[in-house]
């Protein structure tokens, strides 16, 4: 019931959504109103990922909770670091720091490895990937990203 929760929060059909395919959306209150933007990623049948702004993570939570009550869901909150690599060259500095982006499409979202989340995604204009990973290992990927001289911090 996952997809049809997310169709309740947001003005998306959910249900449509491809394995891997994300979306940019927004949850809505009641009269329609636009409480934050997100990216809605599915990554299996009744499994999504909901990347939503940090600063609005807790009243985010307690909507999307309060609107799960109707369903047969769990709300998993993920306590990430999201780094966003972002340009031309994002995909090579990627690649240099051992992180595969392989063919990952714009707007698509895969779990490359246990507990991280990545997306090709961005506001930039330019390509980009924002990944999601537990606090160590964002430390060692930006370590490992700060050695290539084409990444600024």
Excluded at 20 to 43: H, M, P, W, Y
Excluded at 127 to 145: N, T
Aim: net charge negative; aromatic share 8%.
């Amino acid at each position: 019931e996952a997809a049809a929760l997310l169709s309740r929060a947001c003005p998306l059909d959910a249900g449509t959504l491809e394995i891997s395919q994300s979306k940019l959306t927004f949850f809505l209150n009641e009269a329609a109103g636009i409480l934050d933007d997100l990216i809605v990623t599915r990554l299996g049948e009744e499994r999504f990922m909901v990347v939503a702004n940090a600063g609005n993570a807790i009243a985010d939570e307690k909507h999307l909770r309060a609107l799960a009550a109707d369903f047969d869901v769990q709300v998993e909150p993920l306590d990430r670091v999201f780094l966003a690599i972002q340009g031309p060259e994002a995909w090579a500095a990627l690649s240099r720091a051992g992180i595969e982006t392989g063919s990952l499409l714009f707007m698509h979202g895969i779990e490359p490895r246990q507990k991280w989340f990545m997306s090709r995604s961005g506001y930039t204009g330019e390509d980009g990937f924002e990944i999601g990973l537990p606090e160590a290992d964002a430390r060692d990927l930006v370590a490992k990203l700060l050695e290539d001289e084409r990444v600024q911090w």
